[in-house]
């Protein structure tokens, strides 16, 4: 009885204390996101004697020059040009090659597993000198599915890990069941498989969505044309373009503007990413 009370203790203890980190996490999440709300509706004077403090009025006019300097309207066009291209390679690419690696045995078929997840740990920011001489060499800089292209790439390895994690574990039985009725390969994995998958490719969507909106570094490098910048790129221009200026108003408003669509993305899709996430982790 008393090991009991002392079990309950320590589990009641240890609930506690993950309860603890995780509020005290996601309070140094949140505080800059309010943050920059509010200080998106401040006027430069307010916002130089107090930071931290509330505005006396809203400035809406913020939104209105933010969308002006910073040309977001045209940055923002770009980056669901470059969001719409990337995800359909990435459906198109990753969705058969985990099928594949993950319901087939064939020769070279863990290797490619295992440099795919070894692909997971290469990050851009690393070879982003080859990557420009590389694609300068195919005629892809200033590019807008070049840069889709290369977005793919970069998310192509975590995307098969996820996926072939959550296929590796369906039944064969549906597979079986399918080929009994005359379904070939091809339609077993269109009308049996992708459906039961929708969950895990919901994930990739999702997630493949969100890098290539935030995405900065490669964008920078690779876009050299003030027409084809992407919304990040955008942004960061404002700050450069007003150097010692700076209309934080606007720029905070600016902020704001950008976070937008990435909330939304999330909160429609936070069911199918949160469960996505831990059955193809479980799986993998």
Known sequence: MVYNKKDRFKKILGTNLVRFLLIFIAFFMVVPLLWSVVSSFKTNTEYMLNAYALPKSLQWDNYARAWAKSNIGRGTVNSLVVVVLKILLLLVTAVPCSYALSRFRFFGSKLLLTIFMCAVFISGNYIIVPLFLEMKSLHMLNSLPGLSVVYTAFTLPFSIFLLSGYMRDIPHDYEEAAEIDGCNTFQTFM???VP???SGISTITILGILNAWNEY????VTLTSDAKRTLPVGL???YVVQQYAT????LYAALVIALVPTIIVFLIGEKQLLSGLSVGGLKG
Do not use: E, Q, T
Not at 217 to 220: G, S
């Open 191 to 193: 009308n049996v498989i």
């Open 196 to 198: 039961i998958s929708r």
């Open 217 to 220: 570094p490669i964008a920078l």
């Open 236 to 238: 960061a221009n404002l």
């Open 247 to 250: 209309d934080w108003g606007a």
